[in-house]
């Protein structure tokens, strides 16, 4: 007898956690807006008893609709559950105030996102706990950063905003070996891109704000792990904290999964035409993005990512006076903060600004920075625009 098929990732992104309304029949899922349930009396009021078969009883505990929102995450990550926050920062802040305490070591990359970098420049060593930031393209520094204290390892690849790449197999292998665990903020790439579960990781997290919504009108976060360790975050930072993400927004979401694996080949279809244009700009210099073979990774990006992804950085001369113009001058393309929507997004990132308020860095960590961001980036997040569309716009901006 022959084992059942498993599913592909595009019947995945939109059959997996949702089910037709057994009352009405509905085929799409509905938006439960309820903050409470009617439940037995028998049924624990306390969250310390709340567990896999805990009725819903209270929208902060649990939610249908945030609950299909989460199989259907963790269907997409591989992984076996995954609990949905309120934003990006409220499932980094919720899995960093879950898994360390006074006394513990953790490991970041020296590039993150910069609200995550500032939240572990000054938050956690006020609270007791260890930092050390480290260039994550380097295995030797990563090895040579275990304590015997070390109790956390945060990866994110790629990164932002150089879109540097972290090894994860390799990173996995060595937090495990000093009994640590990995996360990885896996938010550029998409579960489409790479499931950094099936390598190694502990812990995923996506900001569902990104390209998991893909279209920018609505916030969320998630993190992605074992049953257990999603459980334990869950009865912990979850109820306790409270941060938990709106069921209309996980609907909004929810709805954009089910296009995420269609959005990704387009996107990546559309980043490489966008970026093969603008290495053979005269007003560009250099261009970043892993699908290029001149990515200084572009090895590891072809062995751990499937889709290169919408994202990619070049540099200018005259950065500041060029930010100007494509401000002005764009048409199609929004010059805005944020990445993965539907529409194509860039913003300038000056070097200086980043190495003074978010990356806190040796010399050695700030020139392996310099190396992929110069004086400053475009951050270009290429959205599902006809490229030529695209192309047409950066080039009558940047010539104007």
Do not use: C
């Not at 299909?68 to 990006?88: D, R």
């Not at 040796?362 to 020139?367: A, G, P, S, V």
């Amino acid at each position: 007898m022959s084992s059942p098929k498993s599913e592909g990732i595009r019947t995945l992104a939109i059959h997996a956690g949702e089910k037709p309304d057994p009352v009405t029949g509905a085929s799409a899922p509905g938006i439960v807006m309820s903050t409470t349930f009617v439940i037995d009396p028998d049924v624990s009021f306390s969250a310390e008893d709340f567990g896999a078969e805990t009725p819903f009883v209270y929208t902060r505990w649990g939610n249908p609709t945030i609950d299909q929102l989460e199989k259907k995450l963790a269907a997409l990550e591989g992984t076996g559950a995954a609990i949905a926050f309120a934003s990006g920062m409220a499932a980094i802040s919720g899995l960093l105030l879950h898994s360390l305490k006074m006394g513990d070591h953790f490991i970041m990359s020296d590039v993150s996102y910069a609200g995550a970098a500032e939240l572990v420049n000054d938050f956690l060593p006020r609270n007791g706990i260890e930092v050390t930031k480290v260039d994550f393209s380097d295995l030797a520094a990563v090895e040579s950063a275990f304590k015997r204290n070390t109790r956390l390892v945060y990866a994110e690849t790629p990164s932002n905003p150089i879109l540097r790449l972290t090894d994860i197999k390799a990173v996995a292998e060595l937090a495990h070996a000093h009994d640590a665990q990995l996360a990885v903020d896996s938010t550029f790439a998409s579960p489409i891109a790479t499931r950094p579960f099936e390598l190694g990781a502990d812990f995923v997290i996506q900001s569902l704000t990104k390209y998991s919504g893909g279209h920018g009108d609505a916030i969320g976060g998630a993190v992605m792990g074992r049953v257990e360790d999603i459980a334990r975050i869950r009865q912990g930072v979850g109820i306790h904290l409270g941060g938990i993400i709106s069921p209309f927004n996980a609907w909004l979401i929810m709805r954009g999964l089910a296009t995420l694996p269609i959005r990704m080949k387009a996107h990546a279809e559309g980043a490489l035409e966008v970026a093969r244009f603008l290495e053979g700009h005269p007003k560009v210099g250099r261009v970043i993005y892993p699908g290029l073979p001149s990515h200084p990774q572009h090895e590891l990006a072809k062995r751990q990512m499937r889709n290169f992804s919408g994202m990619l950085t070049f540099q200018t001369e005259k950065s500041t006076e060029t930010a100007r113009r494509l401000a002005e001058k764009l048409k199609i393309v929004h010059y805005a903060v944020s990445l993965g929507h539907h529409r194509s997004l860039i913003f300038y990132l000056p070097t200086d600004d980043l190495l003074r308020t978010s990356f806190r860095m040796t010399r050695e960590q700030e020139r392996s920075y310099r190396a992929y961001a110069g004086e400053g980036i475009f951050r270009f997040s290429v959205g599902l625009e006809d490229p030529e569309d695209i192309i047409h716009d950066i080039d009558q901006a940047l010539n104007d």
